[in-house]
Every structure is written in C-alpha cells, then in structure tokens.
C-alpha cells in the first residue's frame, strides 16, 4: 500500500496546480516545500496571463543582435562569462535552437499548449475564491524605436495567424491608454486577452488552502531524493521516507537538486530576473506594459508598481547583481519619469532549458517520476495547464493534448 497516490516536489505555481488538480480529482497528495507555497520565482514576477508570449527567447534575430545584447552598455541581457564558459554545451544549445526552424518548432509547441493555458487556470482561480486577484485589462508592449517594432513584425504575424487577439495602436493612442508613460512612443500593441494577477503568491496561497481543504497534506521539507521501484517511488522528504505510486518533480530551476529523479541529467538552467517595488507609485500605468527594447514591464499590482524583468545568465547561487538592478531602475524612469527610492528589491530565477521549452511527462528514469518544469518567462501562465496535464499522468491516463514535444527524453539539439 502507498502512503499518497502523489507525492509534489515544490509549491510554486506549477506545484501548487499539480496538488490541487490532482486532489480536485479524488487522489490523495502531499505537498512538500522547505519554503511558504508560492514564495520563489512564482512570487516576484510580472504577474501576466500572458497567452499572447508563444514566442520562444530563441529567435535568429538572437544572432544578430548578440553581440550588442552581450558588450551593450544598456541592455536587458547579462551574461557572466565565467558561467558560460562551466556551461559551453547548454549555451551551444541555446544557440543551435534559435535557428529558424527550431525556432519555429518551438512556437507552435508553445502556441499549442498556450491555447489551453486558460482553461488550466481558471478552475483553479474559481476553486480558490480568487476572481478578485484576477484583473482583465490585457497588457500593451510599447516599441520605441522603428527598427525595434520592424524586428518584431514577424513575431505579430506568427502571433496572428494564432489566432491570438491583439490591436495594434499608434503613438497617440498608446499614450491615451497609458498616459504615464513617458518614453518616446514609435508605436504599440495591446493584447486584449492577457490578463494579470494582483498578488501572484496571494493567488498561489489561496489554491494551497483549497487544496488544505479537500484534504491534501503539507510538509514544510525539502526532497532531496527519490527511488522508484516496480510497486512505487519511496520519496526522501527531509528525514522521512515516504511511499507514493507517483511523485512529480516542480521544484522549478532547483529540479537537478532532486537525486534520482532522472531531473539531475537534465540541460535545466537558470535565466535570473529582478523586480524593484516602489509601494505608492501603481496608478503610473493600469496594466503591465513592456517596454520591448528595454526587456522589461511596468506592472501595478496589489504592493504597487513592480518595475520587472531583464535576464542574467548566470548561476543559480551567483551573488545579486547590483548591474541589473541599476538598469531596472534607470530605465523605469526613462520609461515613467523621476520615481521614488524602492521599497524592496528581487533576485528570481526563471527555470530555463535550452529549447525554451518546459519539460513535461513521464521520467525516463521511472514512468512514476512525473517531471514538471522549465517554464521559463511562462510558469505563471502555464502553471495551471501542466497542473491538469500531471493529474492526468498521476491518473495513468493520457492527457487531452498533445505533450510529446515537452518529454523529458525530447531532443535538446
Ligand atoms: C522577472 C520575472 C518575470 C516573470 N514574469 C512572468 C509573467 O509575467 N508571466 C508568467 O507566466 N511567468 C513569468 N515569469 C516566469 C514564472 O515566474 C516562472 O516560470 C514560474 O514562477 C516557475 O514556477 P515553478 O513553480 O516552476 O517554480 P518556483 O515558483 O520557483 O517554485 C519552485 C518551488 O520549489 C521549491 N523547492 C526547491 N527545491 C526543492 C526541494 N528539493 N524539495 C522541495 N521543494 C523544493 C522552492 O522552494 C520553490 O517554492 C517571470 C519570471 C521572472 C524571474
């Protein structure tokens, strides 16, 4: 006999969505973190729905702007040498993804699971009594440069031939929707159907204590190991053994820590990002709008205005870097004029593999070892979707769209 049908390794968003479907479906779960549901790289961040991001970071256009995203003074990429010299194959990798038919590959793999983003989150958005944290005012990406919105024309036509709304605005219309902003507007588009949350770890706590509440179970305790065996898994959570017939690892960019798991052989690496929060300043825009140029958003959410993004390569426990937090400030009062001192400051880590791909199914290493991460820039969008797409997995059944692009033994090229 098993303790658990299911054993969750991690209460982020993606956690979090696999412990409440599959207990919304009558399994019996435990949930394990040795930190509060909701509180790593699922707390700090832009707070989008973003259905409209089904373009992968790998592009060609990475080709040819490398050289100014590396040495730039002012760009929204960082990459620590050091760290790209440990990692030669994953940045390869990297690189041999952005050419044009991977890259194209990878969006309709996006495009395709994103279609069902929505109807992975919303149940568990109503499950939770958290409509109020849910704000439906789309998000407005500005360009303000020509040759930055002609970079990414190409990505609007993909975009639209998804059938993904989005209406594309002038300067002056932008600028009535958003009246604080103060860059130079060359133009923008507003993607009506995204949607932001107010407090992204308040919506994560609100699923956790429904989940409490159909009777899944919480250990406050890390996992550091797992070994399956014909009947079941025996699941290491702090210094217990547990036996469950599935465990699924969704400890987002810490899923390699989990020995045995089939997760530690895996290419999974980390794009850090930051968030500054000024407390008094959320009215300076309505929605979250990304300044494309600038690889980062203005966001107004329930603690006020999170000035969010930007990616460093780097490792995992590299030191903050103050680097990117400066630019995160001077470019927000380049983007809304003079702001405050903040109040706090973020270091988070997008859990990234190479193909800007999350992994999801079965472990090569056991059919009952569910890996469940590497959502990059997307967790919190895709976070609910792979929930009910791991509860499928943790039934024994096959899930209702197609995820062989996202197995873990895929093909990293
Ligand atoms: C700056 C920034 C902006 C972003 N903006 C957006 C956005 O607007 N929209 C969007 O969709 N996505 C966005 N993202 C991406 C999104 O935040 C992530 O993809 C998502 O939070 C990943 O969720 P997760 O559950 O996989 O990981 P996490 O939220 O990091 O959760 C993993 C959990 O695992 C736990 N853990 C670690 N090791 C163990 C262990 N051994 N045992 C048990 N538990 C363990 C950790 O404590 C943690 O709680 C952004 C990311 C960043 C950094």
Redesign the pocket.
């Known amino acids: 006999m098993h303790d658990f049908d299911l054993v969750v ?7 979090v969505s696999s412990a409440l479907w599959a207990q919304k479906r009558g399994l019996q779960v435990l949930l ?4 509060a ?14 259905t409209y ?1 089904v373009l992968p970071v790998n592009t060609p256009s990475v080709f040819r702007d490398l050289p100014k995203l590396v040495f730039g003074s002012e760009s929204p990429l960082s990459l620590n040498f050091a760290h790209a010299l440990r990692h030669p194959l994953w940045m390869l990798s990297f690189l041999a993804n952005c050419r044009s038919a991977r890259s194209a590959h990878i969006a309709r793999q996006l495009a395709g699971i994103m279609a069902h983003a929505d109807a992975g989150i919303n149940p568990l958005i109503e499950d939770a009594g958290a409509e109020d944290l849910i704000v439906e005012r789309g998000q407005m990406t500005v360009w303000s440069t020509k040759a930055g919105a002609e970079a990414d024309a190409g990505a609007l036509a993909f975009r639209k031939a998804q059938g993904i709304p989005f209406e594309p605005l002038g300067p002056q219309e932008a600028l009535t929707m958003e009246p604080g902003l103060k860059l130079p507007v060359h133009s923008a588009v507003h993607f009506k159907a995204a949607r932001s949350v107010r407090d992204p770890q308040e919506l994560i706590t609100r699923m956790y204590r429904r989940f409490i509440a159909l009777g899944g179970q919480w250990r406050q ?4 190991e797992t070994r399956a065996h014909a009947e079941g898994v025996e699941v290491c959570v702090g210094d217990d053994r547990v036996n469950a017939a599935r465990v699924v690892i ?6 390699k ?2 020995r045995g798991s089939g997760a530690e052989r895996l290419p999974l690496g980390t ?5 500054l929060l000024f407390p008094e300043e959320a009215h300076r825009v309505s929605r ?1 709008v990304g300044w494309a140029e600038g690889g980062f ?1 203005a966001v107004p959410m329930a603690q006020g205005l999170r000035i ?3 990616v460093e390569i780097a490792a995992l426990d590299a030191p903050e870097n103050q680097g990117r937090l400066r630019y995160l400030a001077k470019m927000g009062e380049r983007m809304l004029g003079p702001l405050p001192e903040p109040e706090s400051q973020w270091l ?4 990234t593999m190479p193909d800007s791909m999350p992994v999801i199914g079965q472990s090569p290493q056991s059919e009952r070892i569910i890996h469940a ?1 590497g ?9 609910g979707i792979t929930g009910r797409i791991v509860a499928d997995l943790a039934e024994g059944r096959q899930p209702n769209l197609p995820i062989a692009g996202f197995a873990p033994d895929r093909r990293f090229v």
């Open positions: 390794v991690g209460a982020g968003i993606v956690g394990c973190d040795p930190n549901p909701g509180s790593g790289t699922s707390f700090g961040n832009a707070c989008t729905l973003a991001a305790a890390g996992v550091d969704a400890a987002g960019a810490h899923s820590s989990v794009e850090r990002g930051y968030h979250p958003y969010v993004g930007t988070g880590f997008r859990p991460f959502h990059q820039h997307l967790g919190l969008t895709l976070g």
